[in-house]
């Protein structure tokens, strides 16, 4: 174990063509352990796509890096230069996104889109990238490997375009791979499906793991720790069997109690949701304090006009709450 | 008549019996196939409940819903919507049965011209019926706004400028601007984040509660199909394959696909083994 990657204070705004600035990410720190897998859950909004980006500088030509620094192999991601950034991209961070019908070539086969990538980077001669992208198809498509490999994406399944993606992600051995939502699009059959393959090449790779979506439930079980994003800021970061059974931030307490079971009681009567009141909108306002404050349902004065900053709640469990700051 | 027969004095509002959509598969050699996306749908909705129709993608659930919204013609069968056959009435007739059924998609942002603004979107399917003067369609738009959770303030809003939870709850606005009495909502939550999904998930309750809504909630998320329905139909290659109170789905399912589509539910409880080792 040790730390992989770390970013620090981070601070990501979007200029609107009005000139102003729009901070998506306001200060977020975490640090991405060797081997793990972190789930980062926000909604839209929340900035888990702006981090994702981030990572790999890959900025939309309006975005501004306010402050911060993605700290990879001893350099900051966000001051390299291109050149080196380019070598780091795909070979030792990877980025899978959501949609895998708009991320494939569409005339292309599949196989040779993989191949690319070795190509790019320039990891063996012809006879060697064949093989490597044979083994990886193999890995993941097993006795159709070749078949698939010859595909054009069309004629591929949504889950089979995502392992695809995943090939693509995984063919040159990078450290560490950035999914931000690599299951939204799967029917929950392929979802499961999709999230097996993640989880064994986890464990047969070592494979180290950021793993984004708007779905708590898909991290439970799958996650080593969970980063809860609100309003571009960190509202918690713990070990997901902490998070996920005793939440300590109002946001994602309210946020768990807001989705509905397959094992609530009926009575034929029909239940409203315990659902969080009013926009997350309202977060992404430039604004003094909590960003949960205008919908939280514990709110006190304090949480107007000051931001709660991360608080140690044990070795493994941080919140952004005055609440248990008073504890 | 009635198919399910659950309340002998009652008709049921939407009656579908052996519907059966086909489509020609292009192909540029070989013999002409054809895909079924139907094969043989029947089943009832009675006024003031909710039907979901659970599956996944590719098992017919989309077509049921633009067949049922007069949107693609059935290749055979019978939509009997309050006591007419909707397949076998004239365009003029079909014309007053439309507004009456109204369809929700999964993504709004495609359903919006993202230049127009929220005040013209929603006041243009009564602008096209003709009945209303502007002050009335106004005061209608207003109400609606607030009663789905958006601010008359919107009003001059873009399209373009809405969140993604704010434009599905435009769309359920548009639709109920011509007082439905079918909601047919087709994976109307599924782009949608949880919390998002929750308060249009009350919304629902709250309208079927006050206007009598008779919702088809077409989903593949078992938890918000029980959660909102009364009833589920579990689809499977153009079939039912199952069809019950929605309880009972989920407690006794009898088909090995229902039971797939429990299994994979993500579930929020910790601990349990969830994601199959491959």
Known sequence: MGTILEVRDLQVAYRSRGGDLFRALAGISFCLESGEVLGVLGESGSGKSTLAVSLLRLFRRNSVVVSGAVLFDGRDLLKVEPSELQAIRGKSISLIFQEPSVALHPTMRVGRQVRQILDAHGMGNSDQLVRRTGEVFEALFGEEAERIARSYPHQLSGGQRQRVLIAQAIVCRPSVVVADEPTASLDPTTQMEILGVFRALQKGLGLTMIFITHSPALLSGFADRILILYGGRVAELGVASEVLVSPKHPYTHALFRSIPSLDEPRDGRKRILPAIPRDSNLSSLPRAGCPFEPRCPERMDICKSENPGLVNLSESHLASCFRNENQ | ?278
């Open chain 2, 1 to 278: 008549m009635s198919a399910a027969g659950q309340d002998k004095n009652m008709q049921p509002l939407l009656d579908v019996k052996n519907l059966v959509k086909t489509y020609p598969r292009k192909r540029l050699t070989g013999p002409r196939e054809e895909v079924r996306a139907l094969d043989g749908v029947s089943f009832s909705i009675f006024r003031g409940t909710t039907l979901a129709i659970a599956g996944e993608s590719g098992s017919g659930k989309s077509t049921l819903a633009f067949c049922l919204a007069c949107l693609e013609k059935p290749t055979s069968g019978i939509i009997r919507f309050e006591e007419k056959d909707m397949l076998q009435i004239g365009e003029k007739d079909l014309r007053t049965v439309r507004p009456k059924v109204q369809l929700i998609f999964q993504d709004p942002a495609g359903s919006f011209n993202p230049r127009w603004k929220v005040f013209e979107i929603l006041t243009e399917p009564l602008a096209l019926q003709g009945n209303l003067s502007r002050d009335e369609m106004r005061a209608r738009a207003h109400a609606l706004l607030e009663q789905v959770g958006l601010s008359s303030i919107m009003e001059g809003k873009l399209a373009s400028e809405l969140s993604g939870g704010q434009r599905q709850r435009l769309a359920i606005a548009r639709a109920l601007m011509l007082e439905p009495k079918v909601l047919i909502l087709d994976e109307a939550l599924s782009a949608l984040d949880c919390s998002v999904q929750a308060q249009i998930a009350n919304l629902l309750v709250e309208l079927q509660s006050s206007r009598g809504m008779t919702c088809l909630f077409i989903t593949h998320d078992m938890a918000m199909a029980a959660h909102l329905a009364d009833e589920i139909a579990v689809m499977s290659k153009g079939r039912i394959v199952e069809h019950g109170p929605a309880d009972k789905i989920l407690k006794q399912p009898q088909t090995g696909i229902t039971r797939e589509l429990l299994a994979a539910m993500p579930r929020l409880d910790f601990g349990r083994p969830q994601v199959p080792e491959s």
